[in-house]
């Protein structure tokens, strides 16, 4: 299958620092990318859907200033924690598909704020 | 609630036997997607099943989808110490390209 990769797998960050994860497709071309969300035991929220070139799409409840999502090429989405708090603290996945074809997912991050 | 249900949320049963986790889901999809995650770690991919097929099978693991019901199974069969983990499924929907994940159930295989 395709290859998503995510940068860092890990970070851990000062309470009021802002944090920068990357998801990159290394074999394809992503017309559309996909972050996700996950509390301990728990499953994979869907947070927001970027389409390259154009806004996010945020999911209800989730914060856009919060979490910024920049989809500026066919290869990359980053997502970007702001003013990044000890609850958002979470493991950060993203997943990136061609057209109508399957998604396919990073390895994610897990962010701890202290 | 943007995810689907799982039942069972948990399951304990002894090496060897059979594992069968359910999954229901709202909308009308594209694909169903089966996925196993370790404690703390990434997914990893087990099956794909397109709406227009009914059952799969791939190794030890079988899934049937029922689209009029809006439901799938993911059987483990003679199931291994190894396959403790957490199970979901993910439905890609129609139109809107999204993957959403069901609520998961946690398997625990007993050596």
């Known amino acids: 299958g395709a290859v998503v990769s995510q940068h860092p797998s890990r970070v851990i960050c000062k309470s009021g620092t802002s944090v920068k994860i990357e998801c990159r497709s290394l074999?394809?071309?992503?017309?559309?990318m996909f972050w996700y969300r996950q509390f301990p035991k728990k499953s994979l929220m869907l947070m927001a859907t970027?389409?390259?070139?154009?806004?996010?799409?945020?999911e209800q409840g989730v914060e856009k200033d919060k979490f910024l999502i920049n989809h500026a090429s066919l290869t990359l989405s980053t997502l970007t924690v702001t003013s990044a708090h000890p609850e958002d603290s979470s493991f950060y996945i993203c997943?990136?598909?061609?057209?109508?074809?399957?998604?396919?997912f990073g390895q994610g991050t897990r962010l701890t704020v202290v | 609630s943007q995810q689907g249900e799982e039942d069972p949320q948990a399951l304990s049963i002894q090496e060897g036997e059979n594992a069968t986790m359910n999954c229901s889901y709202k909308?009308?999809?594209?694909?169903l997607q089966w996925y196993r995650q370790n404690s703390g770690r990434g997914l990893v991919h087990l099956i794909l099943?397109?709406?227009?097929?009914r059952e799969k099978h791939s190794g030890r693991l079988r899934v049937t989808l029922d689209t009029s019901k809006k439901s799938s199974s993911l059987l483990i069969t003679a199931s291994r110490a190894a396959d403790t983990a957490s199970y979901f499924c993910?439905?890609?929907?129609?139109?809107?390209?999204?993957?959403?994940f069901g609520a998961g159930t946690r398997l625990f295989v007993k050596a």
């Open positions: 997943s990136a598909r061609f057209s109508n074809t399957e998604a396919f």
């Open positions: 074999d394809f071309q992503a017309t559309t």
């Open positions: 970027s389409n390259e070139g154009s806004k996010a799409t945020y």
């Open positions: 909308t009308s999809i594209n694909n």
């Open positions: 099943i397109r709406s227009n097929e």
């Open positions: 993910a439905t890609d929907q129609t139109g809107g390209f999204k993957t959403i």
